[in-house]
């Protein structure tokens, strides 16, 4: 007979959908349960009824067999601790600025929700990847995610360190500056794209994908403005993964697919910020489908409680 105490209901809120499953904890290897993953699209601009309403769909279409803690991973700005949304001007989930999610999704769920546990969703892809095994014996751990933006979690044994002049602030490399601007004005899917786009104009708007295929293909501009976009995450972190002694840094998010350009991009831009770490450990992210969504997992394992929502400690 099943014990569906072991398994973990979660939700991974993004920008265009909401990913539903099951997780089994360390007694089970830390994997998402076979069969129990479910997706549903999210129109971000949509009213605060509706959205949560699609969330707690989601989070219906897994049942009700599981343990009823469920961890919540979504992007900020949002109070983790309270579970009450900040979005204001960010181009999504404005509509739920200032609402309880925690307790509009109780409301819906019911029985099927005993405890909610909300976390950022590159804390919990971090978690995930560090109980994962990406960051090995390492006790702390930084991991940087590149995709839309730049997502960041520095750890300290699987815990995420979000204050002290040892990590950016909050944790957070997106508030990072570099050369006078906004880290993601340089290191972004937009910011790539324009950065090739101006370089090249009759290229057209190619996707960062494919502006790494013609870095291959031997084209020199492709080639330049990926080095420095890479580079400059490695000058901008390589400050902190020194102060704060991080002994591994993960990297995750689409583009770590194209790893032969990523990796010793970044590797160069460390080594300029801080010439001890030319030879700093870097690592792709081992399961980046399934790492948020286990690191939520882990999150409402380790610190949920009987309330709506419980403290990011």
């Avoid at 979660?10 to 265009?16: C, F, H, P, Q």
């Avoid at 549903?40 to 601009?45: C, K, P």
């Avoid at 925690?102 to 909300?118: D, E, I, K, T, V």
């Avoid at 909050?170 to 006078?180: A, V």
């Amino acid at each position: 007979m099943k014990d569906d105490s072991l398994l973990r209901p979660v939700l991974e809120i993004g920008g265009t959908h909401v990913t539903a499953a099951k997780v089994r904890g360390p007694e089970g290897g830390w994997q998402v349960q076979p069969g129990s993953l479910v997706r549903r699209h999210l129109d971000a601009r949509a009213s605060a009824d509706v959205l949560l309403a699609e969330l707690a769909q989601a989070a219906r279409d897994l049942g009700d067999e599981h343990s009823g803690a469920w961890g919540v991973a979504l992007p900020g700005p949002f109070d983790y601790h309270h579970g009450i949304a900040r979005y204001a001007d960010v181009g999504k989930f404005d509509q739920l600025r200032g609402v309880d999610v925690g307790a509009g999704l109780a409301r819906r769920l019911g029985p099927a929700q005993q405890s909610m546990a909300f976390l950022n969703d590159a804390d919990a892809f971090g978690m995930g990847e560090f109980v994962l095994g990406a960051a090995g014996n390492s006790h702390r751990a930084a991991c940087i995610t590149l995709g839309t933006g730049v997502g960041s979690c520095f750890m300290q044994g699987g815990v995420p360190v979000k204050t002290g002049n040892d990590v950016p602030p909050d944790g957070s490399c997106y508030l990072l500056q570099y050369r006078g601007r906004a880290l993601e004005d340089t290191i972004s899917r937009r910011a790539i794209r324009r950065a090739y786009s101006s370089a090249s104009p009759d290229a057209g708007t190619p996707d960062v994908h494919e502006i790494a295929a013609a870095a291959r293909e031997g084209d020199v501009v492709a080639a330049a403005v990926l080095e420095q976009a890479f580079s400059a995450v490695g000058e901008a972190v390589g400050p902190y993964l020194s102060s704060f002694g991080a002994e591994v840094l993960i990297i995750g998010g689409s583009m770590a697919g194209s790893w032969d350009i990523v990796e010793p991009a970044i590797r160069k831009g460390l080594a300029l910020a801080v010439p001890a770490l030319a030879t700093f450990p870097i690592t792709r992210a081992q399961r980046s489908e399934e790492a948020g969504l286990i690191g939520a997992a882990y999150w409402a394992e380790t610190f949920t409680g009987s309330a709506v929502s419980v403290p990011r400690t």
